[in-house]
């Protein structure tokens, strides 16, 4: 008996340094983690301040700009907190500069979450709106509408880009398989080439029908904000408000989706309504932005593949900053447009592609 005792204690003493190991594993392993987890939340509060920071300061920089009409930094801060309508260069900054700067920060916001929204549900890191489709299809119902086409003409711009993005992504959707199952992301690239291709070839050939209307037609294609004035923003900001509105209240639904359908179904989301109500906010965006400035490209591609390393993959985090970041691009974009050629402004699409051309590039072949 005492023998038994004697090897129960020396059990029970090294039951006991086990479990004192393994507390101490486990107590390193969360500090391990919660380490890890604050760096990451630091990450991304320093990540966000500075898009921020580049977002405001692109915002400064497209009001105040390169022009024959030199603008200080005085001149805004005046303007922002002591208007005065007499004041020509507060007409001047109210007029012209303010819905040039607005309309740059909202597309660049628009395009930016409606890229990560086409990336999200085609799992597909190659999408967007400028590969997809949509600002194909919207620029060519654009452009049809210059030439009086009947029933195009007769309808709103922004109705009718939206219209354009809807049948030009969807045609893009059905004939790359998306919504079935032998769906593949390079299926839905090359049917995104070839739809794409099929719609520049219609602009074109509105753009010979075009006489008079050519050059601006042709202007605007290339992505420009030079034209933006106090009605188009009026009419921008209502559908792409709503979509970005839209877009923030999917996130939860987003982030089950990238768990996988299966596991999404599981934990009661709604694959079809959210596939169905993201769609609407990619529409809603891309069609606004495209009837106001032209397809500008590469935002919507470029933009996601450079938060999401830094943020990660939560969309409660990807769609705002996201946001951000795009009205950084497109802000910063305009500003280098006004002064690289001056006084001969370069369109923002061409600034966008020569940022996003090398990315698409880098992006296939790694994936690849």
């Known amino acids: 008996m005492v023998i038994e005792s004697r090897h129960v204690g020396r059990r029970t003493n090294g039951e006991k340094s086990r479990a004192d190991l393994g507390s101490f594993m486990s107590s390193m392993l969360l500090s391990r983690g919660k380490r890890r987890s604050l760096i990451v939340s630091w990450r991304v509060t320093l990540f966000t301040a500075l898009v921020s920071c580049l977002a405001m300061s692109g915002y400064v920089a497209s009001m105040l700009g390169w022009s024959n009409f030199s603008l200080t930094l005085s001149d805004l801060v005046h303007y922002w907190f002591a208007f005065d309508e007499s004041n020509m260069t507060h007409q001047i900054l109210a007029t012209l500069r303010a819905p040039r700067a607005h309309a740059g920060l909202l597309i660049g916001a628009s395009l930016a979450v409606a890229g990560l929204l086409m990336q999200g549900l085609t799992r597909n890191p190659l999408a967007s709106p400028s590969i997809l489709g949509i600002n194909a299809g919207a620029a060519c119902f654009m452009a049809l509408a210059a030439i009086g086409i009947p029933v195009v003409s007769d309808l709103n711009p922004i109705l ?204 296939a072949t790694r994936r690849s």
Do not use: K
């Open 160 to 363: 009718n880009a939206v219209l354009g993005a809807l049948l030009g992504g969807g045609a893009v959707m059905l004939l790359g398989g998306f919504f079935s199952e032998r769906s593949h992301p390079l299926r839905l690239v090359l049917a995104g080439i070839a739809i794409t291709a099929l719609l520049i070839g219609l602009t074109r050939a509105a753009l010979i029908l075009a006489d008079d209307m050519a050059y601006s037609v042709l202007h605007w294609l290339t992505g420009s904000l030079s034209s933006v004035d106090e009605g188009q923003w009026q009419q921008l900001w209502p559908p792409a408000v709503i979509g970005l509105v839209l877009a923030v209240s999917l996130a939860r639904n987003l982030n089950l989706l990238a768990l996988g359908e299966e596991v999404a179904v599981g934990l009661g989301s709604n694959i079809r309504l959210t596939r169905l109500m993201s769609g609407l906010a990619i529409v809603l965006l891309a069609g606004a932005s495209v009837a106001i400035a032209g397809p500008i490209g590469f935002v919507g591609l470029l933009v996601p593949h450079l938060v999401r390393p830094m943020v990660g993959h939560n969309y409660h985090l990807l769609i705002p900053i996201s946001a951000m970041a795009g009205a950084a691009l497109v802000s910063w974009s305009d500003a280098l447009s006004r002064s690289i050629a001056f006084p001969t402004e370069t369109p923002v699409g061409v600034i966008t592609a020569l940022l996003g051309t090398p990315c698409f590039i880098l992006i």
